[in-house]
């Protein structure tokens, strides 16, 4: 057996005061949540996502849950969520965190109705049925079984659910900010076990950060004029010159606890060449092979540090004049902790010519990475390794954002710890014919009674 990190190795000793837990709730019931859940279309402009959250509300009143313990509250065409299972004390509430939104999906593409929810060969098909109607489902249907059982938490269970995840994010900047006193947060749309194409399982990720994600806007401006007459400068070669610039940097390479810890439980499962410069960076982040062989491969790069490219370019106004204006998008991802006017300004740094700006982005706020506490982390070892005896955990960082990303820069620590397992060749979230394994319904209802058990003493 490998040797464990610091967190993982006290996550494996606290596996022996694991303590015997009631029956988590039914799976039927459970799986017709989720089909219900995937009849609403949640989708942006619909206005449906109210109604998806008085039928949670529903549920939950079903199982005993009062009028004052539910919280809908409209923000435009969508709302916010919120249920509480009061604690005994008043320390810190945990909250679980969930979106009720989909992407949309046109039915003409999909091979059954994209809405109407299926189960068919052993899953259940529909949008939303893995991103993020699933593990939500779960989430509901165990809190309605513990509130059934009489469980009183030490610590108040808040389950907050979000209306617009998939888009602008506004509620679930209000909730980040009206919950921002939670000891920590637990999202049910982020980790998630890997199933290999055998039925076995791999390794379970838990997610513990996300890069930030800003647009900069490179902008360079002349008076123009007559293509006839070329002047010394030309707004279009000046910003290609920029981009190449930009395409041709590097940022520099960063470790932080996540890619210290989860790296050397990664390499282990790649092997070869890829394995040994995760190993190596891991060990010593300014190895310079190891950072070059980690740069080359699309899948590693962004786990090393900051990543900016172009991705859009605008300019000139007519064929036969000059341009008077060229903009360029820069989408960066910012590796947790790193301030995006630092960015900016090394942007800005590696252009050198003053003619072109670089506009920062309005909207991008900076997270860290969440600490891995050993409460946490002993929590999510005693449950994967209850279904999956010996699992490698491996403590993970996303390029994309999740609700957790706003709950971190409200200094919520925040854990994508999903109740799904699923194999990668079943994964169709954003995509056409989404779908989930019926079988993954029950070990997710242990999983996160196991969780909220263990971790609302």
Not at 411 to 426: E, M, N, Q, R, W
Request: glycine share 8%; proline share 7%.
């Amino acid at each position: 057996m490998r040797t464990l990190t610091a967190p993982l190795a006290l996550a494996a000793a606290l596996l022996a005061a694991a303590p015997v837990h009631a029956k988590p709730a039914d799976a039927e019931a459970a799986k017709q949540i989720l089909k219900d859940s995937i009849a609403i279309p949640t989708v942006e402009g619909r206005g449906k996502m109210p109604e998806l959250a008085a039928y949670y509300a529903g549920v939950l009143k079903a199982a005993g849950f009062a009028d004052a313990d539910i919280e809908i509250t409209p923000m435009g065409e969508t709302a916010t969520f919120a249920a509480t299972l009061a604690g005994t004390t008043q320390k810190k509430p945990i909250v679980l965190l969930g979106h009720m939104d989909v992407v949309e999906a046109d039915a003409k593409d999909w091979t059954r109705d994209p809405f109407v929810p299926v189960e068919e060969n052993g899953y259940i098909f529909g949008r939303g049925s893995e991103d993020n109607k699933f593990d939500v489902a779960m989430m509901v249907a165990t809190m309605a079984q513990l509130k059934k059982d009489g469980f009183k938490p030490n610590r108040s269970i808040i389950l907050l659910l979000s209306g617009d995840e998939e888009t602008q994010m506004l509620t679930t900047r209000a909730l980040a900010a009206k919950y921002k006193g939670a000891e920590f947060a637990l999202n049910g749309d982020g980790g998630g076990g890997t199933i290999g194409e055998d039925g076995q399982p791999q390794y379970y990720g838990l997610q513990a950060g996300e890069k930030t994600y800003a647009d900069f806007t490179l902008e360079v401006t002349n008076p123009g004029g007559h293509s006839s007459r070329p002047s010394p400068v030309n707004a279009i070669v000046q910003l290609s010159n920029a981009l190449a610039k930009v395409g041709a940097y590097t940022f520099a390479a960063q470790q932080n606890e996540l890619t210290k810890v989860g790296m050397p439980i990664v390499a282990d499962q790649v092997g070869g060449n890829m394995g040994a410069a995760l190993k190596a960076f891991a060990a010593n982040p300014e190895d310079e092979a190891a950072i070059a062989k980690i740069r080359a491969d699309p899948e590693y790069v962004g786990q090393i540090g900051t990543t900016c490219v172009p991705t859009l370019v605008k300019g000139g106004h007519a064929e036969n004049a000059l341009p008077q204006r060229a903009t360029a998008n820069i989408n960066c991802r910012i590796f947790p902790g790193v301030p995006v006017e630092t960015v900016r300004a090394e942007l800005e740094r590696v252009i050198a010519d003053p003619a072109v700006k670089v506009n920062p982005d309005p909207d991008a706020s900076a997270s860290d990475a969440s600490p891995l506490r050993p409460d946490v982390m002993a929590a999510v070892t005693r449950a994967v390794h209850a279904r999956a005896p010996g699992l490698p955990i491996i403590p993970s960082m996303s390029a994309g954002a999740t609700d957790s990303y706003h709950f971190r820069i409200q200094g919520v620590p925040s854990y994508g710890v999903a109740g799904l397992f699923s194999k990668a060749s079943d994964s169709f979230a954003h995509g056409l014919n989404e779908r989930v394994p019926v079988a993954a319904i029950a070990p997710a209802l242990a999983h996160w009674d196991s969780l909220l058990r263990d971790l609302s003493k």
